[in-house]
């Protein structure tokens, strides 16, 4: 079975609306017309509506960080699925390991969100992963059974054929370590194996698993090569143009 790679640059908390529209316009010109790897870029909330305008007409698509899973209502802070959708949203990433870790997401909530965004016609990107101590103490792979689980709960396999997984360890993310092509691909068949059981094999078969945490253009060409890698979720080298185009076209 093949599948199509997924590159997505999660921007996390950077740029100004002028930054954006420039990151935006270089990621264009050099990702803008590739065709044979799915590319988006996540930025904040705040420049949503600016990079829609600037990657309009070329093959990069827009996501958004975060959502709430209410459709309206007195949630100060919060954004709805409508609402991303209505500026050109196509990607949410949900229940990313800093939303966890800082921003009190658990099982529950990405689960509430992953319904939320395949309801409004989205794609989630679901991020899953373990921490260093969770790793070190033999728990990682309950922890990811627990995560995914958790996150698929009450989806039809229909509806879960339209997610992206993204395995990201905790360690790796924004530390500059990352996993070894072997570690990553190992995490990818469990998850792999998890998504069987939930929804059958031809399901997962179809769903994409990206892999996240430090991944840039000299190592994304050995982690894409992987079985079960189907791409990446990017964030630091997601904010240079240069080095993201390096990943989506690893040499
Ligand atoms: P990183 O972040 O590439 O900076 O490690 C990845 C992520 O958190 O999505």
């Not at 949203?89 to 395949?118: C, M, P, W």
């Not at 092509?181 to 929804?199: C, D, G, T, Y």
Request: proline share 3%; aromatic share 6%.
């Amino acid at each position: 079975m093949s599948r199509k790679n997924f590159i997505a640059g999660n921007w996390k908390m950077n740029t100004t609306a002028d930054q954006a529209r420039a990151l935006a316009q270089e990621v264009v010109a050099v990702v803008g017309q590739v065709d044979d790897v799915d590319v988006a870029v996540c930025p904040p909330y705040t420049n949503l509506a600016t990079v829609a305008e600037v990657i309009k007409g070329s093959n990069v698509k827009l996501g958004a960080q975060d959502v709430h899973w209410e459709p309206k209502g007195a949630f100060t802070g919060k954004v709805s699925c409508d609402m991303l959708k209505n500026v050109g949203v196509t990607y949410v990433i949900v229940g990313h390991s800093e939303q966890r870790s800082y921003f009190g997401e658990t099982d529950e909530t990405v689960n509430k969100k992953t319904k939320a965004v395949l309801a409004a016609d989205l794609l989630p990107i679901v991020c899953v992963g373990e921490t260093l101590e969770e790793r070190k103490s033999g728990s990682m792979d309950k922890v990811i059974d627990r995560q995914v689980r958790g996150a698929f709960d009450g989806i039809s396999a229909q509806d879960a054929e339209k997610c992206t997984i993204a395995y990201e360890p905790v360690w790796a993310i924004g530390t500059g370590e990352t996993a070894s092509p072997e570690q990553a691909n190992q995490a990818h068949v469990f998850i792999r194996k998890i998504v069987s059981e939930l929804f059958g094999e031809q399901i997962s078969n179809i769903i994409r698993i990206q892999y996240g945490g430090s991944m840039k253009p000299d190592n994304a060409k050995a982690l894409l090569a992987q079985s079960d890698v189907d791409g990446g979720l990017i964030g630091g080298a997601a904010l240079k143009a240069g080095d993201f185009a390096g990943i989506v076209q690893p040499k």
